[in-house]
């Protein structure tokens, strides 16, 4: 065997295992999810159940609102994910295909937004939604995530790519602004609007701190605010409940991200290549 061959078997070894490493945690909250929470506590390190229970589940959606939980959930995160698309593209053309005053001190400024950690305007977005009255609505969850910097940034170096002289072009037939965006601009930017669609669905869909805070009643909390409050009583955790919510709030992401991650891969190289 060549040197070569050796090193790539060593180096398939290598990624073997070290998927394996990553996975197991997954693999364990997978099967704990139809375990109760005495046969965890009796064997924690077992990986597969004695015998498979779907009581956890039943005792979520039945007893602990569950089905709530995931309604707002899927509420905020499709509307936010929503929101991006359409409004940070829309940004992203305007910052690189149009000419308006002002267009630098705009595009420094989502450079700035992405630079500024998210607990330094926390309190003022929250004294704004208290000032509109939206505590405790669907509106106040998802209004302050409508358009996030990191959306506009990602369509307007995706927008580079895009030859000028193809606008230039559509525009000189007579084509409108809007149809120039839709039926030109748009479906050259596939897989960076997959890539902003999968960022900010991970992103709005694991939120805690903010639901967190302007959540005030049980039938206004995410997923991620639900799982932790009702899977814990008497200072006593329910492991059972905690991992078949665990697997429940996982399961979304990982469809969408099986589904576009063609598009994600080559929306993230794209836009590195800017």
């Known amino acids: 065997m060549t040197r070569g061959r050796v090193g790539n078997v060593l180096i398939h070894v290598f990624l073997a295992v070290s998927a394996l490493v990553v996975l197991l945690p997954f693999v364990w909250v997978f099967f704990g999810a139809f375990k109760t929470t005495a046969e965890i506590l009796r064997n924690p390190s077992a990986v597969f159940p004695e ?10 959606f039945t007893e602990r609102h569950f089905g709530v939980f995931l309604r707002n959930s899927l509420i905020v995160t499709t509307t936010i994910m929503l929101t991006n698309l359409v409004f940070g593209s829309m940004a992203g053309y305007a910052l690189d295909k149009l000419s308006f005053r002002l267009k630098r001190l705009v595009m420094g400024s989502v ?3 992405l630079m500024i950690p998210y607990i330094a305007i926390f309190v003022p977005q929250f004294i704004i939604i208290v000032k509109l009255g939206l505590v405790d609505t669907i509106p106040g969850l998802f209004l302050p995530n409508v358009v996030l910097p990191i959306s506009v940034f990602i369509v307007r170096q995706a927008s580079i790519a895009v030859p000028d002289e193809l606008i230039v072009a559509a525009r000189v037939e007579g084509a409108s602004e809007f149809r120039i965006f839709t039926s030109i601009f748009l479906p050259l930017i596939r897989p960076s609007m997959a890539t902003v669609a999968i960022l900010t669905f991970l992103t709005s869909w694991n939120y ?3 639901p967190l805070v302007v959540a005030q009643s049980q039938d206004m909390y995410t997923l991620p605010v639900g799982l932790a409050i ?3 009583a008497a200072d006593v955790l329910d492991f059972g409940l905690l991992l078949s919510g665990a697997l429940l709030l996982l399961l979304p992401v990982l469809v969408v991200f099986l589904v576009l991650q063609k598009y994600f891969v080559q929306g993230i190289a794209t836009t590195g290549l800017k």
């Open 51 to 60: 015998s498979f229970t779907m009581e956890n589940f039943v005792t979520l």
């Open 208 to 210: 805690f701190l903010w």
């Open 230 to 232: 009702v899977t814990q």
């Open 111 to 113: 450079l700035v937004m």
